[in-house]
């Protein structure tokens, strides 16, 4: 008889988890860095096409900009294949759009080999290499993500010069080449990604099936709902995930303009121009140490890893407000090395938060949405200090207002009050429960539970973990009868699906009566 739940297990927190990090580790320095490695061909594209520096400058944001919003279909990709299947792919595709690169004869023709072709083949390597972590670590997830994205530091570092050695050695198209080698190592990389089958993926058979004399009907999934599993749109909704996504937009809108306007910033003070460029190695070997050694501290649990978020950000706002006051070179080292300190703070927790605020079953779609946020950020930022440039004739204001949205970003999440409390986030880390549509997940169940008119009875339940959109979880149900101490009742159930594994799913729950024990649910009122 086929199974209507598969069940999973809880995320190791390590074993073959730290290959793949390892893995993860390679896309963040080998691909993701190139994206930030790539203004070295920028002069060589001005010079040989002989295009105004806007029009050429349009090559990295197109390619930075693709990685991200195109993350919702990556998401997508791993949701019906899986992350090796996507990273793997990404590799393949962001390979071929360099390899066509090579016979480009006009600007418009690398907008599109290189700014969209591999700009999607990246994307289809970041979300998925960031999610397979959220899929193998919990406890230890802020260490493995500190650990993973340090290597975008380090490819920051040493990617450069490496480049500017194959452009003067094989000139720009065969430095191409060999970079497009260089993205095939991530078919390697996520060959490294086995899938990891959780407890929370719950793969109900929706074929008829039949269980002694009981026989269970054919569910007809809508359209709507298979969308909704694919892409996981729901989150859109959902209020904890949305305030997080929106506070991250202000966030990287404020550290897209120190990236992008800073050298310039220096020049305009007389810093020499190679000095001015290697402020932001400083800020990148900032982060190689910052990263890893604060994952490593937020899992320690001294400190919900929300308000760690916020300390991080907030530091990032008072670094980025110091620099117009920063007259010398001096000044804005010691700004640079503060800004990488906090943001070393900030960037291991995304993936963390975004985990916590989607659930590891859904983190593929959760980072491919939260990315869509940091790609909007990334596009208007910088045009919009440049026009505040214009209108002043100094950085000052774009740093000010840079300062002004990182901060802001913080008291959004204030909008989030319950985000950092247990009772409004599921098991372990705080993940949230597995499903935002009115689902309830019954782990641990020795025995079917059966549904008479439309209520359950369910007894010994040591706990329940609601959120405010109308999940419910509750495990280690031991058992189930009628007794009238100790039991919790969920009336209105339209039906339910068990199965061998010990899990049990009963959707459309609308209501719930509480125990007199104190299992109480908060998450069903009225």
């Known amino acids: 008889m086929p199974k209507a739940v598969r069940l999973g297990v809880k995320q190791p927190d390590g074993g073959w988890g730290w290959v793949v990090v390892a893995g993860a ?25 002989q295009e105004s520096a806007g029009i050429t400058s349009f090559i990295s944001s197109i390619l930075v900009g693709t990685m991200l919003m195109c993350s919702p279909f990556a998401g997508a990709l791993s949701n019906l294949t899986s992350c090796r299947t996507a ?15 090579y016979f ?20 289809l390597m970041y979300a998925p290499s960031l ?74 058979d929706r074929k008829a099936q039949s269980s002694g004399d009981q026989e269970l009907p054919i569910v007809h999934v809508p359209f709507h709902r298979k969308v909704n599993e694919t892409f996981h749109v729901s989150l859109l909704i959902h209020r904890p995930f949305l305030v997080f996504s929106v506070s991250m937009f202000g966030m990287v809108f404020g550290n897209s303009i120190l990236i992008v306007h800073l050298v310039a910033h220096a020049q305009n003070l007389g810093v ?77 927790l995304v993936a963390v938060l975004v985990c916590r605020y989607s659930g590891a079953s859904r983190i593929s779609s959760g980072l491919g949405w939260a990315f869509v946020f940091q790609g909007a950020a990334f596009l208007l930022g910088p045009p919009v200090s440049g026009w505040l440039y214009d209108a002043t004739g100094n950085y000052d204001m774009s740093f000010f207002s840079a ?21 409004t986030l599921g098991p372990g880390t705080g993940g949230l429960p597995d499903r935002p549509d009115g689902i309830v997940v019954l782990s641990h169940v020795k025995r079917d539970v059966s549904s008479e008119d439309g209520i359950v009875v369910l007894s010994h339940v040591k706990r329940d973990v609601s959120s405010e959109d109308g999940i419910v979880v509750l495990s280690h149900v031991k058992r189930d009868v009628s007794s009238e101490d100790g039991i919790v009742v969920l009336s209105h159930v339209k039906r339910d699906v068990s199965s061998e594994d010990g899990i049990v799913v009963l959707s459309h729950v609308k209501r719930d009566v509480s125990s007199e024990d104190g299992q109480s649910n908060p998450g069903f009122r009225g």
């Open 272 to 348: 020499e121009k190679t000095s001015a460029a290697f402020l932001l190695s400083i800020k990148g070997v900032s982060e190689i140490f910052s990263r890893p050694l604060n994952g490593w501290l937020s899992d320690r649990g001294k400190i919900s890893k929300v308000y760690y978020y916020m300390i991080g950000v907030t530091g990032m706002a008072i670094a980025t407000l110091a620099i117009p006051f920063a007259s010398n070179y001096t000044g804005l080292v010691v700004c640079m090395v503060l800004y990488g300190l906090f943001s070393g703070i900030v960037f291991p």
């Open 104 to 123: 480009a004869q006009t600007m418009i023709h690398l907008f599109f080999s290189v700014g969209i072709l591999t700009g999607l083949g990246l994307s």
């Open 131 to 204: 999610a397979m972590i959220g899929r193998y670590f919990d406890r230890r997830h802020a260490t493995a993500n500190g650990i993973t994205v340090c290597g975008t530091g380090v490819g920051q570092f040493a990617l450069p010069p490496l480049f500017q050695f194959l452009i003067d050695e094989f000139g720009w198209r065969g430095a191409l080449l060999i970079v497009a080698g260089l993205m095939l190592n991530g078919c390697v990389c996520g060959a490294l990604m086995r899938p990891i089958h959780l407890a929370e993926d719950r793969t109900v």
């Open 25 to 49: 580790f390679f896309v963040h320095a080998g691909m993701l860095a190139s994206t930030l490695s790539f203004g070295v061909f920028y002069a060589e594209f001005r010079e040989v096409f």
């Open 403 to 423: 300062a002004i949205f990182t901060f802001v970003s913080v008291l959004v999440l204030l909008l989030n009050p319950c985000s950092t409390t247990s009772r």
């Open 87 to 101: 990273i793997i792919a990404g590799g393949v595709i962001s390979a071929a759009g360099l390899v066509v690169s």
